[in-house]
């Protein structure tokens, strides 16, 4: 038996009661404020915040190159608690570049909601907790809101060759937002 056959990668790590992966394989990223132009409702209010405020931290593991057929990626997000005015922090949000591949989804910690939007613009979204696991369809935008006041951490697997298109949700948008009404999240 071969434990170390070349085109087999290395395991990485999960703390599942944290979300955080560990291992030399792991890449991060992050998003700030600034970096999310356009996105909010409110640019008012966006612009007189610091835009080096993180909104969210991502981890993935990309054991295959990007773009490779058949393959499958991993990866974490940490979604402060926040809000821009009434609205609630959120990640960018995207269609796959390769628009039919599809994505899992799955809470570790913290409460939300994940935001679907189909390519004629109808937009659901399903309640994220702990312990939730979503499907998000091929064809389908998908962004996560933090409706809570802790960090929401969620586990995330798509396909390897299914890339991100950002640029229809910077200049479109999804067309519900979910803001703070009433003391209660509420989608609009
Ligand atoms: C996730 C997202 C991650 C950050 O890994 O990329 O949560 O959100 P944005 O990419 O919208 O900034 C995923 O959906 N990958 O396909
Ligand atoms: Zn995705």
Redesign the pocket.
């Known amino acids: 038996m071969s434990t170390n056959l070349p085109n087999i990668p290395a395991p990485t790590w999960v703390d599942w009661s944290s979300g955080t992966l560990s291992g030399a394989a792991i890449e991060d990223g992050q998003?700030t404020l600034g970096q999310l132009e356009g996105i909010f409702q409110d640019q008012a209010v966006w612009r007189g915040m610091d835009p080096a405020t993180v909104v969210?931290r991502?981890q993935?593991w990309r054991p295959v190159p990007d773009g490779t057929p058949g393959g499958v990626f991993w990866?974490a997000?940490v979604l402060e608690p926040g809000r821009v005015g009434d609205e609630y922090f959120m990640?960018?949000?995207?269609f796959?570049a390769l628009s039919d591949r599809a994505?899992i989804y799955a809470t570790v910690k913290g409460t939300g909601a994940l935001l679907l939007m189909d390519e004629g613009g109808t937009t659901s979204s399903q309640t994220m907790k702990p312990g939730t696991v979503h499907y998000i369809p091929g064809k389908v935008a998908?962004?996560?809101v933090n409706t809570g006041d802790e960090p929401l951490v969620f586990l995330?697997s798509?396909p390897s060759d299914?890339g991100?298109d950002y640029g229809s949700i910077k200049t479109k948008g999804f067309s519900k937002r979910m803001i703070l009404r009433d003391g209660a999240p509420c989608l609009v």
Do not use: S
Request: proline residues 0%.
């Open positions: 998003k969210y991502v993935y990866g997000t990640t960018h949000g995207h796959h994505e998908h962004r996560v995330a798509w299914a991100h």
